[in-house]
């Protein structure tokens, strides 16, 4: 059962330069509890999809949408207000840098516990005089937001919660950090956790236990994980299904073991072929070129200059999505789509 | 905690004897001789004599250095060569007016620059943002006498709503004494709060875009909470250096505006000790001074502690 469904959605930002276009009429599904990967390079636009869902793109981004359904709620006809209680609630993020994205003047306790007050029916004010006496007097230890930060960061993994809620983000090493961004975006017990770039500023081995525990949380919480990252490894690691994506486009879609094992797009092709395998000694084979400006682009397939087989055709004809087996698809001119049409 | 406090009141009292040595030769190199501004120029060898010697300013330098030292190690300022009375009475008279008029254009500054920065940075680009920055450039481009000039003619004399000549002591009532220093109080308090408005401005705009306010977004905080609990504790760190470092220009600015409002506070003192070259008083005010910024870097050292919960000094487990 699909939890989200995003459809035709574009944000562009209005610079000086021009119009940047970081998506390009983009559709997304993900459904109930299920981890997807949307994995691109720096630029491809899958961090302005994320926050363009969420509504977090602020100005001058400019966000239009076919529709934005999220269990069974028009998210593009929300206000404001009625956006916030979602945000942080049944949809959650992650950011990628814990090292700054927690508030370094506010106790890792307090930031959880705001949350949990935010989301839960806990009884207690959340008006803004309130916020500030629990900001300069420090927060009240005998309420129920309190006692569920503390609980929280025991979900999460972390060691004498009771102690360490007090403390403040700098007294966390960076994989605790990111722990305790984690167990901010489960006080609201959300239904969709956006997972942006996780554990990208994390050392390797902490990266492989926050991936660990975000998949076993998933099940626990029965939690929809949309997973965006650079990081093949990563989507490999986690994922049920990928989403690429290329300057502002998803190119191709498939079940995880199905796009490694069979990629059809061009530039899939090329990414799994830039990727270093520990086990294959071999050259890295990378994309040529850069991806492109997003100011005004005037050509079809954006990965035609780059694509090494590329026609004159696919600068001119808009690639539409091609069946390419059982739940795959990849909209490339140059594949012949499979007889069995499914999507 | 403890132990760094005593730490910087101790590298204090150094700067505090690095200051008073360096006036106390810088003074006496200023050509020019007290005893014979003191007598006129019809004065006899005889009577300048004695009252050098009288004075104490017969002695080599160094002398009269380790005397002045001994005297202030036991907070003694000598007496003044001109009007005859002790330097600690002479500043007991004249601090507290110079303190009142920064403390209240502290206060001033203060309450209006940090409420006009917040505006200013939530309505970036807008009317109120525009209208903020153009009184602080007026506040900046004004020195604080000229802006005492103007609120005299104004409000001392248009509109004749305050006064705008004399001190009346706090011992006298509060509300006399703040009517009495409102005016240059202000004048010395807008350009202060200038400066501050403009560091609070830009320091809230920084902050604005730090990742962790993009957390509280996407946590659903609303944006009144988000600009009050969020952002304006780190907003305001870089900001109390500002203002700690701009307190001497609150000294600074009272020593030209007393002259305008007719006090006869600090300022005033070190301009008449100059010009009479009355070494004892012109040091004794320069160490007030200085001893007052010292003071204030201390405080402001300390506020970090409170603002900002990242810095702990003394070496204390956190």
Known sequence: MSLLTVKGLTTEFHTRRGVVTAVDDVDLTVNRGELVGLVGESGSGKTVLAESVVGLVEEPGVVTADSIVFDGQRLDQLTESEMRTLRGGKIAMVFQDPMTSLNPTISTGEQIAEAVRLHNDTGESISLPAELKRKIFGAAKDTESWRRAIELLEEVGIPEPSVRVTEYPHEFSGGMRQRVMISMALAGEPDLLIADEPTTALDVTVQAQILEDLKSLSQEFDTAILMITHDLAVVAETCDRVNVMYAGNIIERAPADELFANPQHPYTQGLLASTPRANKRRKLDPIPGNVPDLTNISYACHFAPRCPESTAECYDVEPEFRSMGPDHVAACLQRDPEVSDRE | ?318
């Not at chain 2, 450039?137 to 104004?154: D, R």
């Open chain 2, 1 to 318: 905690m403890k132990a760094y406090i005593a730490k910087r009141i101790a590298y204090g009292i150094f700067v505090m004897w690095l200051v008073a040595t360096v006036v106390f030769f810088g003074l006496r190199a200023i050509p020019g001789d007290p005893v014979r501004t003191m007598l006129g120029p019809e004065a006899t060898d005889d009577a300048v004599q004695s009252l050098r010697a009288e004075l104490g300013l017969d002695q080599p330098m160094h002398v009269q250095y380790i005397d002045w030292m001994t005297d202030l190690a036991m907070f003694e300022f000598g007496r003044s060569i001109t009007k005859g009375g002790p330097v600690s009475s002479l500043l007991a008279d004249a601090a507290p007016m110079t303190l009142s008029i920064g403390l209240i254009g502290l206060v001033f500054g203060m309450s209006i620059a940090i409420p006009a920065g917040i505006l200013s940075a939530t309505r970036k680009y807008e009317v109120e943002d525009y209208a903020a920055t153009f009184i602080s450039f007026m506040g900046l481009s004004m020195p604080a006498f000229f802006i005492g000039i103007l609120l005299a003619v104004v409000f001392g004399v248009w509109i004749d709503l305050l006064p705008i000549f004399g001190y009346v002591s706090i011992t006298e009532g509060f509300f006399p004494w703040l009517e009495s220093l409102l005016l240059p109080g202000i004048a010395v308090g807008l350009p202060y709060g200038a400066i501050v408005m403009r560091m609070m401005r830009s320091s809230l705009l920084e902050v604005m875009n730090e990742p962790y306010m993009k957390t509280a977004r996407a946590k659903g905080v609303n944006g009144r909470v988000r600009l009050y609990k969020h952002a304006a504790q780190n907003a305001l760190i870089p900001v109390v250096t500002i203002a700690g470092i701009q307190t001497a220009l609150l000294l600074a600015g009272s020593v030209t505006v007393e002259i305008v409002f007719g006090i006869q506070g600090l300022g005033q003192l070190l301009v008449d000790s100059i010009l009479d070259k009355d070494y004892p008083v012109t040091q004794g005010v320069i160490l007030v001074v200085a001893g007052i910024l010292v003071f204030t870097n201390i405080v402001v050292d300390l506020l970090y502690t409170v603002l900002d919960p990242r810095i702990r000094y003394g070496g204390e487990q956190t």
